[in-house]
């Protein structure tokens, strides 16, 4: 217990082995601790692996298993160099190189056969054993799983151990020549199996030069290595390529760059350090969820597999944690939607999701551009919520001492940029509702609004189309794609259908004025028998006709349907129409039974509007916390006078969704709001 510690360990490492000798002579579990100090001490030869956890706890694992898990060790020798021998045939090794493998596993099957022999007679022995069952006797202790505290301590203790060996284990940038997706499709049906493009002329083709060397960068999703062979599977942000490590090929640029000197989990060796760890270290330096960049040349495996046969490799960002369930991706709903990082790493299919949202906005701020449309921003915090029916989210200004709300809307703003002279505006941005959250719903999301002067709900109706359309061939293969269990058909026009009319096609005698009073109660009797719930507390027939709309007929809206012509009473911003007393000219846009679109001809009457402002905010007085108020400075603007102006709303998220695929509101926004984890 007196012998000296190599004089090349730091004195930060010499504390770490002082304690873990002293847990060895407090351990109870351990009747000799000073022949496990000793083999400690001793030189790599010994060959035993050691193992440390965050909480200061050391365990020793002897690599000589005792005889009674000698069978089970034997088989997993087997298997393994098995698979090793299978992946180096795959990857055309000589039958000369291959012939020392083989030779290793018939030895491991002969020692197999041996210890079968001469523990057959204890084995039938065991079998009398009263109460014992041959599974019970062939059942091994499982393995201990190290935890993410040990784990993230285990690769913190590697980057400890690239710094002392003057390797920077956080790079500032590293130069790409191609994306794996680049990869695939200047090889595709290129390089027969087993050949590589040894000068990577085929990757430099369309850049007007030779050849060169061809380098990548993205996280290491999976490594697999076989003695003097390494395979990883590498992730960029446009899909995996596969990459092949060689002893000897990475030992050409650095003899140590391929050396193995680990502890425990990879953690590179103390006494060992500087004398055997190459600057690229790259079995004991690397795990799955690290960042590393490789320099090589492309071939195609004898399986066919695309790969870049690695010439050096650099570590660009060293993980801390490991990937979640080893890379079996995250299943649980909520840590994905919690942890949206590693939902983003393991699933590609999300990425993809957010890479299309993408396009898609672009698509959008693209159309509207070439139509002559300018984005103008407008404010987040109001001092009247306005342009539509929902509860604010309320905050505070503690400076200007004012009560404020975030938008609701961004109509209201909008407008009045009609009014100052701009023909055409709109925001795409983030609207704030203090409402419910389901599947549909999200208190923040993000919708499209656009006026244009001199057009109406027509015109808007059209120009939808044409926008969704537009978005939709951005990121579909057609104009026909799923959604669920249905398949939805974008090929325009759309249906076009009344309020009014649709309710009939659910309730046939439902044929009543609006504007008579009188007939509000037939109305709710009408309603009630057809199954539409509270409609007893509804004051107008307007009122009855959208909740019969709503209840009876928006859920069986699947393909694109605009429902047009509103009751006035749900419509405070809407003009008249032209021709039915007590509708307004509106349209609503359905798909997949949820609206994805708004529509007006806005009303540009100040008297009428302050009207039906008035109307709300009666309503609010009244208790109705998603009515509004009377926005004097929107009225004082529209008396200057507004022109005649159709305006449109787009759920951004909504219209995600469908061209998605994506059941869920939160599955297309990045970041949901949800409540802290317990």
Same mark, same amino acid.
Request: some cysteine; overall charge negative; glycine content about 6%.
């Given at each position: 217990?007196?012998?000296?510690?190599?004089?090349?360990?730091?004195?930060?490492?010499?504390?770490?082995?002082?304690? *873990?000798?002293?847990?060895?002579?407090?351990?109870?579990?351990?009747?000799?601790?000073?022949?496990?100090?000793?083999?400690?001490?001793?030189?790599?030869?010994?060959?035993?692996?050691?193992?440390?956890?965050?909480?200061?706890?050391?365990?020793?694992?002897?690599?000589?298993?005792?005889?009674?898990?000698?069978?089970?060790?034997?088989?997993?020798?087997?298997?393994?160099?098995?698979?090793?021998?299978?992946?180096?045939?795959?990857?055309?090794?000589?039958?000369?190189?291959?012939?020392?493998?083989?030779?290793?596993?018939?030895?491991?099957?002969?020692?197999?056969?041996?210890?079968?022999?001469?523990?057959?007679?204890?084995?039938?022995?065991?079998?009398?054993?009263?109460?014992?069952?041959?599974?019970?006797?062939?059942?091994?202790?499982?393995?201990?799983?190290?935890?993410?505290?040990?784990?993230?301590?285990?690769?913190?203790?590697?980057?400890?151990?690239?710094?002392?060996?003057?390797?920077?284990?956080?790079?500032?940038?590293?130069?790409?020549?191609?994306?794996?997706?680049?990869?695939?499709?200047?090889?595709?049906?290129?390089?027969?199996?087993?050949?590589?493009?040894?000068?990577?002329?085929?990757?430099?083709?369309?850049?007007?030069?030779?050849?060169?060397?061809?380098?990548?960068?993205?996280?290491?999703?999976?490594?697999?290595?076989?003695?003097?062979?390494?395979? &990883?599977?590498?992730?960029?942000?446009?899909?995996?390529?596969?990459?092949?490590?060689?002893?000897?090929?990475?030992?050409?640029?650095?003899?140590?760059?391929?050396?193995?000197?680990?502890?425990?989990?990879?953690?590179?060796?103390?006494?060992?350090?500087?004398?055997?760890?190459?600057?690229?270290?790259?079995?004991?330096?690397?795990?799955?969820?690290?960042?590393? %960049?490789?320099?090589?040349?492309?071939?195609?495996?004898? !399986?066919?597999?695309?790969?870049?046969?690695?010439?050096?490799?650099?570590?660009?960002? !060293?993980?801390?944690?490991?990937?979640?369930?080893?890379?079996?991706?995250?299943?649980?709903?909520?840590?994905?939607?919690?942890?949206?990082?590693?939902?983003?790493?393991?699933?590609?299919?999300?990425?993809?999701?957010?890479?299309?949202?993408?396009?898609?906005?672009?698509?959008?701020?693209?159309?509207?551009?070439?139509?002559?449309?300018?984005?103008?921003?407008?404010? @987040?915090?109001?001092?009247?919520?306005?342009?539509?029916?929902?509860?604010?989210?309320?905050?505070?200004?503690?400076?200007?001492?004012?009560?404020?709300?975030?938008?609701?809307?961004?109509?209201?703003?909008?407008?009045?940029?009609?009014?100052?002279?701009?023909?055409?505006? &709109?925001?795409?941005?983030?609207?704030?509702?203090?409402?419910?959250?389901?599947?549909?719903?999200?208190?923040?999301?993000?919708?499209?609004?656009?006026?244009?002067? &001199?057009?109406?709900?027509?015109?808007?109706?059209?120009?939808?189309?044409?926008? @969704?359309? %537009?978005?939709?061939?951005? @990121?579909?293969?057609?104009?026909?794609?799923?959604?669920?269990?249905?398949?939805?058909?974008?090929?325009?026009?759309?249906?076009?259908?009344?309020?009014?009319?649709?309710?009939?096609?659910?309730?046939?005698?439902?044929?009543?004025?609006?504007?008579?009073?009188?007939?509000?109660?037939?109305?709710?009797?009408?309603?009630?028998?057809?199954?539409?719930?509270?409609?007893?507390?509804?004051?107008?027939?307007?009122?009855?006709?959208?909740?019969?709309?709503?209840?009876?007929?928006?859920?069986?809206?699947?393909?694109?349907? *605009?429902?047009?012509?509103?009751? @006035?009473?749900?419509?405070?911003?809407?003009?008249?129409?032209?021709? !039915?007393?007590?509708?307004?000219?509106?349209?609503?846009?359905?798909?997949?039974?949820?609206?994805?679109?708004?529509?007006?001809?806005?009303?540009?009457?100040?008297?009428?509007?302050?009207?039906?402002?008035?109307?709300?905010?009666?309503?609010?007085?009244?208790?109705?916390?998603?009515?509004?108020?009377?926005?004097?400075?929107?009225?004082?603007?529209?008396?200057?006078?507004?022109?005649?102006?159709?305006?449109?709303?787009?759920?951004?998220?909504?219209?995600?969704?469908?061209l998605t695929n994506s059941p869920s509101i939160r599955d297309v926004i990045a970041f949901p709001l949800l409540k802290p984890d317990a």
């Open positions: 217990m007196n012998k000296k510690l190599p004089p090349l360990i730091p004195t930060s490492k010499r504390v770490i082995m002082t304690s *873990f000798l002293l847990s060895l002579v407090h351990s109870s579990r351990r009747n000799t601790p000073q022949l496990a100090a000793t083999a400690f001490l001793s030189p790599p030869s010994t060959r035993t692996t050691i193992a440390r956890s965050t909480l200061g706890r050391i365990r020793l694992y002897s690599e000589a298993p005792a005889s009674a898990d000698r069978r089970t060790a034997l088989e997993q020798s087997i298997a393994t160099k098995g698979n090793e021998i299978r992946l180096l045939k795959e990857n055309g090794i000589n039958k000369e190189d291959l012939a020392p493998h083989v030779a290793q596993l018939l030895d491991l099957k002969s020692q197999l056969a041996g210890f079968d022999d001469s523990s057959d007679g204890n084995t039938k022995q065991s079998d009398k054993h009263e109460g014992s069952t041959e599974k019970e006797q062939k059942q091994t202790p499982e393995k201990e799983e190290p935890s993410v505290n040990e784990l993230r301590a285990s690769r913190l203790a590697k980057v400890s151990a690239m710094r002392e060996a003057g390797v920077q284990p956080y790079a500032y940038r590293y130069e790409c020549t191609h994306t794996a997706a680049q990869l695939m499709a200047l090889y595709e049906d290129k390089l027969a199996e087993g050949e590589e493009d040894a000068e990577n002329s085929i990757a430099f083709s369309q850049r007007g030069v030779q050849g060169g060397d061809v380098s990548v960068a993205g996280r290491i999703m999976a490594r697999r290595v076989f003695g003097k062979l390494a395979f &990883y599977a590498l992730q960029d942000e446009t899909g995996v390529i596969q990459l092949q490590f060689d002893k000897k090929r990475l030992g050409e640029r650095d003899g140590e760059s391929f050396k193995v000197s680990v502890l425990g989990w990879g953690v590179v060796s103390s006494d060992e350090n500087r004398e055997s760890c190459g600057r690229f270290n790259l079995k004991a330096w690397t795990d799955t969820g690290d960042i590393i %960049g490789a320099t090589g040349t492309i071939r195609r495996t004898d !399986k066919g597999e695309l790969t870049l046969y690695a010439k050096e490799w650099t570590m660009l960002t !060293k993980s801390a944690l490991p990937l979640p369930d080893k890379f079996h991706g995250l299943t649980d709903i909520s840590k994905r939607y919690r942890n949206r990082h590693l939902d983003l790493i393991v699933n590609p299919s999300v990425r993809d999701t957010f890479y299309k949202r993408a396009k898609i906005t672009s698509s959008l701020r693209r159309q509207l551009d070439e139509r002559g449309f300018l984005e103008i921003e407008t404010p @987040v915090l109001h001092t009247q919520p306005g342009g539509a029916e929902a509860k604010p989210f309320e905050t505070y200004h503690n400076t200007m001492d004012m009560e404020l709300t975030l938008r609701i809307a961004t109509e209201l703003h909008l407008k009045r940029l009609i009014i100052g002279g701009f023909p055409r505006v &709109y925001e795409l941005g983030r609207i704030f509702r203090n409402e419910g959250i389901s599947t549909r719903h999200n208190p923040e999301f993000t919708s499209v609004e656009l006026y244009q002067a &001199y057009a109406d709900y027509h015109d808007m109706m059209d120009l939808t189309e044409e926008l @969704v359309c %537009g978005m939709a061939s951005e @990121v579909c293969e057609s104009m026909t794609i799923p959604y669920g269990e249905h398949t939805i058909s974008l090929e325009r026009p759309w249906r076009r259908v009344t309020m009014h009319d649709i309710v009939k096609e659910e309730i046939p005698d439902f044929e009543f004025d609006l504007l008579d009073p009188s007939t509000l109660e037939a109305a709710k009797a009408a309603a009630t028998r057809a199954g539409v719930p509270d409609v007893n507390k509804l004051t107008t027939v307007g009122y009855v006709l959208n909740a019969c709309f709503e209840e009876l007929c928006e859920p069986k809206l699947i393909q694109p349907t *605009f429902v047009i012509d509103y009751p @006035v009473e749900v419509s405070p911003l809407s003009k008249p129409h032209r021709s !039915k007393p007590g509708m307004v000219e509106r349209f609503e846009l359905f798909a997949t039974g949820r609206e994805m679109a708004n529509s007006f001809s806005e009303l540009t009457d100040p008297v009428d509007q302050r009207e039906r402002f008035e109307a709300q905010a009666a309503k609010k007085a009244a208790g109705d916390e998603e009515a509004c108020g009377v926005d004097e400075e929107f009225l004082m603007a529209l008396e200057q006078g507004m022109p005649p102006t159709g305006g449109l709303g787009i759920g951004i998220d909504r219209l995600v969704m469908l």
